[in-house]
């Protein structure tokens, strides 16, 4: 069982709905064709010879009119599906969170606003546990929980510790105590999945989308 699991026995998770499949789908696909395009790119400015870099013009230009068409097909979903939009106009008014981490959020942890703090932060892989073997006591770590959440998450931390007038003043704070700047960084991601957390929870009482 996961240090998830153990520490908050946690209700099976109910089958995600259609348009949460449908979420999780596009948004994941606008992911790997985003990493796609920028290897393609990275690729077209190394080649010397014309009808390589012609080709790799021509897969770049197909790749930004795939992304295109995600990125379409994302807003006519949340424009056909106002529970979502509301979850998604909610999440932005986060200063450091803009319409791609919170659909990434919405997409990889449709949960938030049906938890409490420690469930969400544990769910999300930012719990710290303890190391822990007989007496011994060592640093405490955070793991588990959902990678591809903690990605979109540590965009937007990346972000919050520059622009944000509140986590920006706590990773100031950290960084001044002599934390690392990954330590500091980690202690925003979990800030603001419990704030995630808190602001959805007046839509939790809504139909999941």
Same mark, same amino acid.
């Given at each position: 069982?996961?240090?998830?699991?153990?520490?908050?026995?946690?209700?099976?998770?109910?089958?995600?709905?259609?348009?949460?499949?449908?979420?999780?789908?596009?948004?994941?696909?606008?992911?790997?064709?985003?990493?796609?395009?920028?290897?393609?790119?990275?690729?077209?400015?190394?080649?010397?010879?014309? $009808?390589?870099?012609?080709?790799?013009?021509?897969?770049?230009?197909?790749?930004?009119?795939?992304?295109?068409?995600?990125?379409?097909?994302?807003?006519?979903?949340?424009?056909?599906?106002?529970?979502?939009?509301?979850?998604?106009?909610?999440?932005?008014?986060?200063?450091?969170?803009?319409?791609?981490?919170?659909?990434?959020?919405?997409?990889?942890?449709?949960?938030?606003? $049906?938890?409490?703090?420690?469930?969400?932060?544990?769910?999300?892989?930012?719990?710290?546990?303890?190391?822990? $073997?007989?007496?011994?006591?060592?640093?405490?770590?955070?793991?588990?929980?959902?990678?591809?959440?903690?990605?979109?998450?540590?965009?937007?931390?990346?972000?919050?510790?520059?622009?944000?007038?509140?986590?920006?003043?706590?990773?100031?704070?950290?960084?001044?105590?002599?934390?690392?700047?990954?330590?500091?960084?980690?202690?925003?991601?979990?800030?603001?999945?419990?704030?995630?957390?808190?602001?959805?929870?007046?839509?939790?009482?809504?139909?999941?989308?």
């Amino acid at each position: 069982m996961t240090d998830y699991g153990q520490a908050f026995q946690p209700k099976p998770t109910p089958a995600r709905s259609q348009p949460q499949q449908q979420l999780t789908e596009l948004v994941r696909r606008r992911k790997q064709l985003l990493e796609m395009l920028v290897a393609q790119r990275q690729q077209a400015d190394r080649l010397t010879l014309a $009808s390589l870099r012609r080709q790799a013009q021509r897969l770049v230009r197909h790749l930004e009119g795939a992304l295109k068409q995600i990125q379409e097909q994302l807003k006519e979903l949340c424009e056909q599906t106002p529970s979502l939009d509301r979850r998604l106009q909610t999440l932005q008014t986060i200063t450091a969170v803009g319409t791609t981490t919170a659909l990434a959020v919405l997409a990889e942890m449709p949960e938030l606003g $049906s938890l409490n703090r420690g469930q969400a932060a544990a769910l999300a892989g930012l719990a710290p546990h303890p190391r822990e $073997s007989g007496q011994w006591q060592g640093r405490r770590f955070t793991g588990g929980g959902r990678p591809a959440f903690r990605g979109a998450l540590y965009m937007a931390a990346l972000v919050a510790a520059h622009s944000n007038p509140i986590l920006k003043e706590f990773y100031q704070r950290l960084r001044a105590a002599g934390k690392p700047a990954k330590v500091a960084l980690v202690a925003i991601m979990r800030k603001l999945v419990v704030l995630m957390n808190h602001l959805l929870k007046p839509l939790s009482l809504e139909p999941a989308f």
